[in-house]
């Protein structure tokens, strides 16, 4: 996706808060906008878009997971391996203080702030798929 030249400091400031509320603040602002019939940039909006789409898809993901793992867990020789894999991807691995952090969150805050960083920078961050996704989307 070709970039903008210029990205002002705002939109960088609401594309990582927009990732760090699970597309919350990205939302808000597109209500904003849509009520001052003001447009959204196009950096902005990508990034906007893809966290409220990340959000969407870990909570879709997960939903899918847990019904995936109660499935499982009634065969009796798969329970003792879901089980253990349960308990090993969602133990406290990382803890700063009162902040614990299992496998799974310490991969997702990753991302975020992989994907936040591409924001701070003024860049289109990438994600195989899900950026494809994003930029055919934000084309039509």
């Keep these: 996706m070709a970039q903008n030249n ?3 400091p705002i939109e960088k400031i609401i594309s990582v808060l927009s990732y760090f ?16 019939k ?3 940039r196009s950096f902005l909006r990508y990034h906007v878009f893809m966290s409220i789409f990340l959000s969407i898809l870990i909570y879709v993901v997960s939903k899918v ?4 793992i ?6 009796p020789f798969v329970k003792a391996v879901v089980f253990s894999l349960t308990v090993a991807l969602q133990s406290e691995i990382v803890s700063f203080g009162f902040i614990h ?17 591409g924001a701070i920078m003024g860049k289109y ?12 989307n934000m084309r039509q």
């Design 125 to 136: 961050t990438y994600l195989p798929w899900i950026s494809e996704i994003i930029s055919y």
């Design 21 to 36: 509320t699970c597309g919350f603040v990205g939302l808000l602002y597109l209500i904003i906008a849509l009520l001052q």
């Design 65 to 68: 997971l847990i019904f995936v």
């Design 70 to 75: 109660n499935v499982l867990g009634h065969i």
């Design 6 to 8: 210029t990205v002002y």
């Design 101 to 117: 952090f299992s496998l799974i969150t310490l991969l997702i805050t990753l991302l975020y702030t992989y994907l936040s960083i």
């Design 38 to 40: 003001q447009g959204l």
